[in-house]
């Protein structure tokens, strides 16, 4: 409990015993009978638990915001006590409090997840300067320093492993509770805990840039991407309470002037009006409930950017995924290869490896890995060049002075070259090499299927999922044999970037009215894919920074089981707003209609605001939990 929450719940003890010494005496015949002493003792409670109320309200009122909470709470209680109400005028506002704390407390506890989360940001890095290490803030490292990170210290940037080998922790990022071993040469995001080992670090991105500084600012901004339930609730507030304000002071003044009778009657009935119509349920509990939905996702690894994407996601009956580094590993490894017209298998190896001597991708590397490994040599850079890469279709190259082309087979057809696929056996991404001209074969290279990805895909269909569909630019044959391992619904392979954007749209045509397309990916290529998308899903831990950009959901471990569980803590977290709304507008439509009528009490509409509002959000609560 915070120190606010404290000073308040003192208020609510005092004030407590106060107003039931005083209610004790009234019963027993004790009190003064005089009414301005009455007035004044019943006065001390209600301002010890109310100052804050009136004070808001009124601050409130100067600024033009009158129609709210408070001056609805306010105007009741000077209604009870204008008409000698004054226990249950005092009654009303500490209830009134007891229901402010209880929404406190519930929304600290839904925040804690959040706020775990927010814990990962370092405080300071350590740089080695003279033989010592200094502590520096971590925003005034530049990047290709060397820093040291010791056991137990939180990662400050991200970057390159150069000494040292640890566990690291990644669990705040992650939810995953198991560590993860590091090394030398390996990559190191920022946020994570190390482990027993010390480490020195070469960083590669600034502090701004860094896993932990986009993720802090993608929790931060959460809130402002309202559901269309918490826009609605907004609205309805707007117009709401100045309606039901109105409606109270024409409860309390046309019925004694057209039909007469005592005014301090009707005026009774009005506050009693006013307090039943109190929106804190709705406007509580609503946030409340999309705040732990957020929270529950973050518990388990999952950055949901907003209530809206949160809403989208419930609603989600396609899903297209991208396959490599998705769906699979995306490590690479050369299975076959298969030479042709004169070329023998270490030629085509040697002639693949230094075409693609200049290029980052990974099947590039898995090449040059593969001839590292067969030949026991480095690639010589200096026998390649004037390389272009033609996007989407391969590397145009010299190398010692031939012209060599390799790439899929759009490079091959485009320049005029006549490919063999029959000799090809495996499944897998297949590398067409030619050489002046002249076919000289094809290198495949085989990517893995990622762990639990079958079990993710039945997960998926579990929880209401129509539609699972992969979009790829390898090979048909490939593709295929991926899909049939998996169980997807629909393939589509040899694609363009901009090929994927026109078959998610064209996926998206065929959605219904509440129906929505979400699209899986994490490669730069598939920003603009996650962007058009309905709901964009982004690999966080290997993903490209404008994957993660782009995309509405992320996940911090890549771990594509993760988005059945989104989707049911999606669904969860709609069903308890929607509970809660009909709940709050039926109880109080009922107990709105009592008091208008003089059948109900001011106890009754103590129990229609914060009766209400407590049971909403303890109903509300329920979102935190991820099952």
Not at 16 to 27: D, I, K, R, Y
Not at 246 to 266: D, R
Not at 504 to 533: H, M, Q, T, Y
């Amino acid at each position: 409990m915070t120190k606010k929450q404290k000073k308040m719940l003192l208020r609510i003890i005092i004030s407590f015993v106060l107003l039931v010494a005083l209610m004790l005496c009234e019963h027993f015949g004790v009190l003064p009978e005089n009414i301005w002493v009455q007035l004044v003792l019943f006065a001390v409670p209600y301002l010890i638990i109310g100052y804050d109320i009136i004070g808001k309200a009124a601050r409130n009122i100067r600024h033009g915001q009158v129609f709210d909470e408070n001056f609805l709470m306010m105007l009741a209680t000077f209604g009870a006590f204008g008409a000698r109400d004054f226990s249950e005028a005092a009654a009303v506002m500490l209830f009134y409090q007891v229901g402010e704390l209880f929404q406190s407390y519930a929304v600290g506890k839904s925040r804690q997840s959040i706020a775990d989360m927010m814990d990962i940001c370092p405080e300071y890095a350590n740089i080695e300067e003279n033989g010592t290490l200094t502590q520096v803030d971590p925003d005034d490292v530049e990047v290709g320093s060397v820093i040291v990170i010791k056991p137990g210290e939180r990662v400050p940037l991200d970057g390159i492993v150069l000494e040292g080998e640890s566990l690291i922790d990644t669990a705040a990022l992650t939810g995953e509770s198991v560590p993860r071993r590091t090394a030398a040469g390996e990559e190191i995001i920022s946020g994570c805990v190390n482990g027993s080992g010390t480490l020195k670090v070469r960083t590669t991105k600034e502090f701004d840039d860094s896993t932990v500084s986009k993720i802090l600012e993608l929790v931060e901004n959460a809130s402002s991407n309202k559901a269309k339930a918490e826009n609605f609730i907004t609205k309805f507030a707007r117009y709401y309470t100045p309606i039901v304000t109105i409606a109270a002071v024409i409860l309390a003044i046309l019925p004694p002037l057209l039909f007469g009778g005592g005014w301090s009657e009707w005026v009774h009935r009005a506050c009693i009006f006013l307090v039943i119509s109190c929106p804190c349920a709705l406007v509580i509990s609503v946030p409340l409930g999309f705040f732990g939905g957020i929270g529950a996702a973050s518990r388990i690894g999952v950055l949901v950017k907003g209530g809206n994407y949160l809403e989208a996601v419930a609603e989600m009956t396609t899903i297209v995924f991208d396959k490599t580094g998705t769906l699979t590993k995306g490590e690479f490894k050369v299975t076959g290869l298969y030479p042709e017209n004169g070329f023998t298998a270490a030629s085509l190896l040697e002639l693949a490896a230094h075409a693609e001597g200049y290029s980052n991708h990974p099947i590039a590397e898995s090449v040059r890995a593969a001839y590292l490994e067969q030949s026991g040599n480095e690639i010589d850079i200096s026998r390649v060049e004037d390389a272009a890469e033609q996007a989407g279709h391969g590397i145009c190259v010299a190398v010692d002075g031939r012209n060599v082309l390799i790439g899929n087979e759009k490079l091959m057809k485009a320049n005029g070259i006549q490919t063999d696929n029959t000799s090809v056996m495996e499944s897998g991404t297949v590398c067409y090499v030619a050489c002046d001209n002249v076919y000289a074969g094809a290198v495949v290279i085989s990517d893995t299927v990622k762990e639990g990805a079958r079990e993710a895909l039945a997960d998926m269909k579990t929880v209401g999922v129509k539609k699972c569909v992969m979009l790829t630019g390898d090979r048909t044959a490939a593709a295929e044999a991926v899909a049939r391992e998996l169980g997807i619904d629909e393939v589509h392979a040899q694609l363009l970037p901009a090929d994927k954007v026109t078959r998610v749209e064209a996926l998206l045509s065929s959605c219904g009215k509440n129906e929505r397309l979400a699209f899986a990916g994490d490669g730069i290529n598939d920003a603009p894919v996650l962007a058009r998308a309905d709901i964009g899903f982004a690999m966080g831990s290997m993903g490209s920074d404008a994957a993660i950009e782009a995309a509405d959901v992320v996940l911090m471990d890549d771990d594509v089981r993760k988005i059945a569980a989104v989707v049911r803590i999606a669904r969860k977290t709609l069903r308890i707003v929607k509970q809660n709304i009909v709940f709050a507008l039926a109880v109080k439509a009922l107990v709105l209609l009592l008091g208008a009528l003089g059948m109900a009490s001011m106890w009754e509409a103590v129990f229609a605001d914060v009766g209400v509002a407590v049971i909403a959000i303890l109903n509300s609560m329920r979102t935190l939990k991820t099952d």
